[in-house]
């Protein structure tokens, strides 16, 4: 009985706590479940609340996801943005679609996009577009682990469920 009562008020403090306090100190690169299996992640959380995310996956080609957490929430399907990505006195504007399926906005890369070259920087990056606001994220451990996802480019294919 004790331990259900730790475990309750442990489960209690982490809900209470900002998610970003550990967890959107920087990126990293683990394997993340998609719809075809597993699939490695390179991703980072930001923003007040720490519930935006960038993520990065590779199958053929990088594929670069933005989840605009809770600003996010009353997205229309169908809809494009341009976003402004900011970092060491830089800008590289992309159209990001919206995936419908995961409320999240996501764009196709060159393996020696720009946009990819920004991200491997030092310091933060801002995320921003007239329309959904901007959001930082920090760029700390972002080259390593964003290296690890495009090495991976090409190697696998998702899974079909056929």
Known sequence: MRYLIVV??????????PAFAAS???WSAKMEED????V??????????????LMLTCFDTPVLSYDLGATGQQ???GISGSFDFKAD???????????????YFVVNLAKADPLLDLLRGKGDVSVGAAKYGQTSFPLKGSSGA??????????????DGD
């Not at 490695?40 to 519930?51: H, M, Q, R």
Request: charged residues 15%; contains cysteine.
């Open 40 to 53: 490695l992640t390179a991703s980072v959380c930001g923003g007040p609340k720490g519930d935006a995310h």
């Open 8 to 17: 309750g008020a442990v489960a209690a403090l982490q809900a209470a706590q």
């Open 146 to 159: 964003i290296g690890k996802v495009l090495a991976q480019c090409g190697k696998a294919a998702p899974a």
């Open 35 to 38: 719809e075809g299996g597993s």
């Open 75 to 77: 997205l229309e399907p």
């Open 89 to 103: 006195g830089k800008t590289v504007t992309k159209t990001l679609q919206l995936e419908a399926m995961y409320n």
């Open 24 to 26: 959107c100190s920087g």
